[in-house]
């Protein structure tokens, strides 16, 4: 949840010649020596055209977790999230731990030298700090059939093998059934608690109503470490790198956070080569209660750019 909104940020435009364009997405193809080396596949790349655009093209899936905004027309709803495409001045809400959303672009991201990807989120400083960092996953379109059923990979950012980490983490939360209500949840820690209803947000149901079960829902992944300070005013730190909607000094700068394939790590914590990738999923990477005034830690993505385009 933010207090505040940033100014949309004045992109400019970029001019490339096809011959460079070429270079940074031609593919090589692997030799056994570089596929024992952990390169998971050498999967076809859906070249960038001229016409091609550095933005989300599509969304595939909204799933967030209970917040505030949830349900709601303007940052907790799908028309929120496929407004996301061709755009990085819209936004929506992931809600709490967990919560996702999954989208692509008209070609294939390439994993080029340096940051693949930037992320638009809504982070604030660096005197009045607020971050609400997400956890990057992608993956390559395995059995090209265009839709994200393929094996999925962690960006690994800079928190990754912090003793405060959890991977494999899973939460439920559950669902209250009536508007302006606490959502209980439990974890498989042993914890349990609730997604805060507050006095800002009591005609919606916190609950996602795009749920497939309408009573329970479950999310895992790994999670990060609070950051939350409290006392004067309340702050969020951020993380160092590899995470979205997390303030930092490149931020200002650019508009977005940077990511990078390169970090591409499997489900057991081993690093992975990619060549390129197709879809990404970002997920809200805090389980964390910011009180009655703020609400739950919940990311929010603002858009997406390829950075080799």
Same mark, same amino acid.
């Given at each position: 949840?933010?207090?505040?909104?940033?100014?949309?940020?004045?992109?400019?435009?970029?001019?490339?010649?096809?011959?460079?364009?070429?270079?940074?997405?031609?593919?090589?193809?692997?030799?056994?020596?570089?596929?024992?080396?952990?390169?998971?596949?050498?999967?076809?790349?859906?070249?960038?055209?001229?016409?091609?655009?550095?933005?989300?093209?599509?969304?595939?899936?909204?799933?967030?977790?209970?917040?505030?905004?949830?349900?709601?027309?303007?940052?907790?709803?799908?028309?929120?999230?496929?407004?996301?495409?061709?755009?990085?001045?819209?936004?929506?809400?992931?809600?709490?731990?967990?919560?996702?959303?999954?989208?692509?672009?008209?070609?294939?991201?390439?994993?080029?030298?340096?940051?693949?990807?930037?992320?638009?989120?809504?982070?604030?400083?660096?005197? #009045?700090?607020?971050?609400?960092?997400?956890? +990057?996953?992608?993956?390559?379109? @395995? =059995? $090209?059939? !265009?839709? %994200?059923?393929?094996?999925?990979?962690?960006?690994?950012?800079?928190?990754?093998?912090?003793?405060?980490?959890?991977?494999?983490?899973?939460?439920?939360?559950?669902?209250?059934?009536?508007?302006?209500?606490?959502?209980?949840?439990?974890?498989?820690?042993?914890?349990?608690?609730?997604?805060?209803?507050?006095?800002?947000?009591?005609?919606?149901?916190?609950?996602?109503?795009?749920?497939?079960?309408?009573?329970?829902?479950?999310?895992?992944?790994?999670?990060?470490?609070?950051?939350?300070?409290?006392?004067?005013?309340?702050?969020?730190?951020?993380?160092?790198?590899?995470?979205?909607?997390?303030?930092?000094?490149? #931020?200002?700068?650019?508009?977005?956070?940077? +990511?990078?394939?390169?970090?591409? @790590? =499997? $489900?057991? !914590?081993? %690093?992975?080569?990619?060549?390129?990738?197709?879809?990404?999923?970002?997920?809200?990477?805090?389980?964390?209660?910011?009180?009655?005034?703020?609400?739950?830690?919940?990311?929010?993505?603002?858009?997406?750019?390829?950075?080799?385009?």
């Amino acid at each position: 949840m933010k207090i505040s909104y940033l100014p949309a940020i004045a992109l400019a435009t970029l001019f490339f010649s096809s011959s460079c364009r070429k270079e940074a997405l031609t593919g090589t193809l692997n030799s056994p020596e570089t596929a024992r080396a952990g390169i998971v596949s050498n999967v076809a790349v859906r070249q960038a055209t001229l016409t091609s655009s550095p933005l989300i093209s599509t969304v595939y899936t909204y799933m967030p977790a209970p917040g505030q905004y949830i349900n709601e027309s303007g940052l907790g709803s799908a028309a929120a999230a496929q407004a996301l495409v061709s755009s990085t001045t819209n936004m929506v809400s992931l809600g709490g731990y967990g919560g996702y959303i999954v989208f692509g672009f008209d070609h294939s991201v390439v994993n080029g030298t340096g940051a693949d990807l930037g992320i638009y989120g809504n982070p604030s400083g660096p005197a #009045y700090q607020w971050s609400e960092p997400g956890i +990057v996953m992608v993956s390559q379109d @395995v =059995n $090209a059939n !265009g839709i %994200p059923d393929d094996p999925w990979y962690e960006l690994a950012g800079s928190e990754y093998t912090a003793s405060g980490t959890v991977k494999n983490y899973r939460i439920t939360y559950y669902n209250p059934h009536a508007a302006g209500t606490n959502v209980n949840w439990t974890d498989n820690l042993g914890n349990s608690g609730y997604v805060q209803a507050n006095a800002f947000h009591t005609a919606n149901n916190y609950y996602p109503a795009m749920a497939p079960n309408q009573d329970s829902v479950t999310f895992t992944g790994t999670r990060l470490v609070n950051t939350l300070v409290s006392g004067g005013i309340l702050t969020n730190l951020a993380f160092a790198w590899g995470y979205t909607d997390s303030y930092s000094s490149e #931020y200002p700068t650019l508009g977005y956070n940077t +990511v990078d394939i390169a970090n591409a @790590v =499997n $489900a057991s !914590g081993q %690093p992975v080569t990619l060549n390129a990738i197709d879809f990404v999923k970002v997920y809200t990477g805090q389980n964390c209660n910011a009180g009655a005034m703020l609400g739950e830690i919940s990311t929010e993505v603002r858009g997406a750019r390829d950075l080799h385009l």
